[in-house]
Structures are given as C-alpha cells and as structure tokens.
C-alpha cells in the first residue's frame, strides 16, 4: 500500500508543477485563452554604453578647444568619471541626455602630449570599458603656403592649387567669391599632412573677367582658424587672328554699313569706347546722333534695339541734348559713370566730361557733376577721352598735349588737376616739348606727348594712346607727379622715334582712340591700319611685337573691310564679321571684347574663344 501510495502521490506532485509552470507561463505572456490580460515584463537593459569623442582620440586640440563626448544612449554626468591630465585642467558639463563637454578651466597645456581616461555606466548600471584617449595641444593656427597660379592670370582651363601648413577639416571649408560663379571641383589630397592640399578646377572653364575674387575660410581639426584669405584672378580673353564677332550692334547683318535714327542704328561715325556696368548694363556712344544708347544688357543678336537713350527724349531723336551733344567716349567705375561730350552749349566749342554719381536707370538721368575745362593761352579746350579708375579722372586733352589728372573726382566745376603726364605746368601745352620751353621744333622723349587721344588705367597701370607720335606709353606703375616718364613704348623702337612705319607685328598707325587692358593683355585700336592689335601679356620691353591682330588676317595687312584678304581697300567689298575700318574704341565685358568699327557705323562684340 505504501508504494501505490508514493506512486499516486507523486503523479499528483508532477500534475501540480506542469499546472503551475503553465499557469505562470500562459499568465503573463498574455498567451491565446489566457484570462489574466497581463503585459511582457520590460526587457533587462544589460549592453553598456560605447563612446564617440570629437575630435578623436590622437588628434590635435586647440589650446581652449573643448573635447565632445557623444554616448550611443543617455548617461548622465554623475555617472561618468575622469582621470588624466586633461580631467585635472577641465571641467566636464552636461550637454544633453547623451552628449558632455570637457571644456579647460583656462587653458590645456601647450606643446604637451595630454591623457584622459573616462569610465561611464548607463542607468541600468552597465558600466561602459574604459576609454583611453590622449591629445597634443595645437597651438599654431592653419596659414595658407602657397596659392597657385601665384600670379593673378588664371588660364581658362586652369586650376587653382591651394597648399595649407597642416591639414585641413574638410567641413569646415567655405569658399566665395565671383569665381566660384562657375562651376567648379574640389579635390583633397597630401603634401605633408593629410588633407593639407586643395585643388578647385572648373567643370568647364572659367569665365574671362578681371578681379574675380576666391575667399577661403576654414578650421584644422584642432578647431583653430585659418586667417581670411582672398585672392583675385584674372582669367584673359582668348582671340585668334582674323577672329569673327559674334553680335553687330548698330546694324542688321555683318555686311550692312546704314546709318539711321531709331533704336536699333547708329549715326555715322560712332566715337569712343562704349562702357559696360558690373551689372552687365551697356552705354554706347552715338556720336553724330547726340545720344548714348542704354541696352539693359549686353546683346545677344544683331540689330538689337537699345532700351533708352541718354540725353535724349526718346529714340527717335537726335537734337542737342540739354548740356551737350556728340558723347565721344564713356567710362564707368565704381558706381560712377563719366560721359566725353564734344560741345558743352552752343556758344562753346570743345569737349567736356559730364559725371554721374549713380548709373543711369534711363534716358531722363542728368549729370551730378561737370569736370573742369582745360584751357591753354592760344589753344582750343579740347578732351578727346576721359576716364575713371579706383576714383581717379584722367582726361587726354589732345590739342594741349598732355593728360590732366585728378586724383580724386573734382567736387568743383574749376578745380585744377593734380597733376599732368606730357607737360610739367598747365602753362606748357607744346607737343614734345621735352625741354618745357615752348619750341616749335620738338623730338619726342619719355615723358612727352604729341596728340594723345585716349587713356587706359586701373588705378595701378596707365596707358596712354600718343597718336602723332605713332606710339602707345606705358607706365608699369602710377606716376603721382607731373611729367613723369613712360616706362615703355609701343610702335617706336625707342623713345625719340614717331615716323609711321608699314604694318607688322610692332608697328602702330594711330590717329583715334581705342585703348584697353584687363591688367595682363593690352588692346589697341591701330586705326590707321584698321586693326586692332593684342599683346597677351602686359609688355615689359620696348618695341614689343603684338601676339594677335583682329579685322586682318595677318601683321602684314592695313586695308579696311578686306574680306578676301587680299590687300586691297576696294571700296565695293563690303565689310564682314571678320573686318574693320577705323575701330576707335575698345572694352570689355566678362568674356566678350566690344569694339567700336567706326568706319562701318557699328559695334562689334567678339566672344572669347
């Protein structure tokens, strides 16, 4: 009886275990006919939290850098425990649930290697593996070794190599600047360090232009600043000889020479080089018809119609406007326009330059200002050309031989000019007169002038057009004093010689205007010889022969409008997009060169290649 007894009993004892291990299962996993409704328990949190520190353990720290401390969870600043240098000269705060900054109590120590162990535990209690991290203290700031091109030409397709001191935090790199208007690349790469080299290439080409700025602003992984650089590029124009224009302002077709008054023609014999705003705003003079033409901007296809025109009432008209008539040349800088006018009021002959202090938005705009008139005992007030650059005026007076010059614009109608090129007293107005002593029979020098007709400068160079003499001057930095001598000459083997010589690559034939720079090339209008002549580089010797000649097919040619090229002026052959006769003006804008072809009563807009 006692076995079956402990048999049944212990069949009971099974029964009641697999009831109760049923009853708990079923009673809280809230299992299908359970009837107590219960949750899941909250599942035991046991992985410790792992650690991200910026900057990264062995890498350099700015002498009041703060160290990061980024956890995979939240942990909060009583559970996180320091030893090391660094925890002895830092304080450690709480920046949100997961994230603390170590930050120095003044500084960390500089030229020092600093260690830093940091133990943490989540709130579960998982305590995290001790972290080991150790820094050098970066003391010297990023600097900028070298920038190439070191020079200020950028060639189109050219890239700009930029070598750091140290490396560089890639993000936090920050380019601007007109250059970077065009689609560019950058790459990184290492000199000496890691990231310390950054080449910006263009996508395409840069587009032509003077001054197109580059701004750098970056950090090292230090955090430390690279001090602001900015450098300024020149990016040439590109032309071959016997180049075609693009766009005819003035006319219909390339081979039309009419002359209208309307919105889309010219009058006959256009004078002086147009001027383009940074906005991209044109002004053309239109000489014979007593107006420049405003073109909101520059055009795109021939025969384009202007949108006003200044000192007129309307498009169509072409009577004296209200304070002068004939604008021969135009010039703009800083927010400034200046207008060459032929006649000044109907009781006076000469030239006059009217400014403007805003650039005009239309045809009713008035000048603010007159600049002062150049009178010399016995001769004619006559400026053939002015112009403004980095707010100085230089104004060619032709017939006086000589160029006037304010050093800042003139604030009254009679204030004298600073200083002269060609003459050394505004008494002196022989031409030539190297001895300043008023004789006929003269020999040109370095420092004299025989009919200068126009002037180029940017502030820091200076060209000037001396047309009787058959040569263009240059000065390679600016003259603050008068009669000051040229530093080169043009078209003359030597500063004594002016005798007209045949057509080549060095010789000129002047007898207009027409003179540009972009700082690096030069641009003449060889009148005479009815071509424009381009040195690609700013000349450094006397003589210099030019690299590239528009409206002839080679150096060697002078005939207008000689679309066959064969030498001949043949007044029946009419003029192409490729010819020129007597081009007396030259500009440019971004990538297009606008010359004034006189001779055929239009504007030739030529795009770089």
């Known amino acids: 009886m006692e076995g079956k007894f402990f048999k049944a009993d212990s069949k009971l004892i099974k029964a009641a275990l697999v009831l109760a291990i049923s009853s708990a299962f079923y009673g809280c996993s809230g299992g299908s006919g359970g009837s107590g409704g219960g949750e899941d328990p909250a599942p035991v949190d046991t992985t410790p939290p792992s650690l991200t520190l910026t900057p990264a353990s062995g890498a350099s720290i700015a002498a009041t850098g703060t160290l990061l401390l980024d956890f995979s969870e939240a942990v909060a600043l009583e559970d996180v425990s320091l030893s090391g240098a660094m925890q002895e000269m830092g304080e450690l705060s709480q920046v949100d649930q997961d994230t603390l900054i170590l930050t120095p109590i003044a500084e960390w120590a500089k030229g020092l290697e600093l260690s830093l162990t940091i133990a943490a535990q989540d709130a579960a209690g998982n305590q995290m593996a001790e972290v080991d991290a150790h820094y050098t203290v970066d003391e010297n700031a990023p600097s900028v070794v070298s920038v190439s091109p070191a020079q200020e030409r950028l060639e189109k397709d050219g ?20 250059l970077l208007d065009d689609e560019y690349t950058l790459t990184w790469s290492q000199s000496r360090f890691n990231d310390d080299t950054l080449v910006i290439a263009p996508k395409s080409r840069w587009l032509s232009g003077q001054d197109r700025s580059l701004h750098l602003e970056a950090k090292d992984p230090a955090g430390l600043d690279l001090p602001a650089e900015q450098h300024n590029f020149t990016v040439p124009l590109y032309f071959e000889n016997f180049d075609s224009a693009q766009v005819v302002i003035g006319q219909d077709d390339f081979s039309s020479t009419l002359t209208a008054i309307s919105a889309k023609n010219l009058g006959e014999g256009p004078l002086g080089s147009a001027a383009v705003t940074d906005e991209g705003k044109l002004f053309v003079p239109d000489y014979t018809n007593n107006r420049v033409l405003i073109f909101n901007s520059v055009p795109t296809s021939n025969g384009a119609p202007a949108n006003a025109a200044l000192n007129e009432d309307s498009l169509d008209d072409s009577s004296w406007g209200d304070f002068g008539s004939g604008p021969t040349n135009i010039s703009v800088d800083g927010g400034k326009l200046l207008i060459n006018y032929s006649f000044s009021s109907l009781a006076t002959y000469g030239y006059s330059v009217f400014v403007y202090d805003t650039i005009p938005e239309d045809g009713r705009a008035l000048p603010s200002a007159q600049l002062p008139m150049d009178f010399c005992p016995g001769v004619s007030a006559t400026y053939s050309s002015a112009m403004i650059a980095k707010g100085r005026v230089f104004a060619a007076s032709s017939y006086m031989a000589r160029v006037a010059v304010w050093d800042d614009l003139p604030s009254m109608e009679d204030a004298a ?51 009787g003499n058959n040569r263009v001057l240059l000065w390679n930095s600016m003259p603050t004093s008068s009669f000051a001598p040229a530093d080169i000459v043009l078209g003359q083997a030597d500063f004594v010689s002016s005798e007209g010589l045949p057509p080549s690559r060095q010789t000129l034939s002047l007898f207009e205007r027409g003179i540009w720079s972009n700082g690096i090339q030069l641009f003449v209008a060889d009148s005479g010889n009815n071509r424009v002549l381009i040195w690609d580089q700013w000349p450094q010797e006397n003589f210099a022969p030019a690299d590239i000649v ?48 006189s001779g055929n009563n239009r504007f030739l807009i030529f795009q770089s290649r």
């Open 550 to 597: 528009l409206g002839q097919g080679d150096f060697d040619r002078s005939a207008f409008n000689d679309s066959n090229q064969n030498g001949v002026t043949d007044e029946g052959e009419l003029p192409s997009a490729a010819t020129l006769k007597w081009p007396d003006g030259i500009t440019a804008y971004e990538d297009k060169l606008i010359i004034n072809d």
């Open 159 to 178: 890239a700009i190599t930029v070598q750091f001191s140290e490396s560089i935090d890639r993000d936090s790199l920050q380019i601007s600047g007109s």
């Open 417 to 467: 000019p600073d200083w002269l090129l060609g003459q050394s007293t505004l008494e002196n107005c022989t031409a030539n007169d190297r001895e300043q002593d008023g004789s006929v029979i003269q020999q040109p020098s370095a420092r004299t002038l025989d009919m200068p007709e126009d002037v180029w400068s940017d502030g820091e160079k200076l060209a000037i057009t001396d047309s």
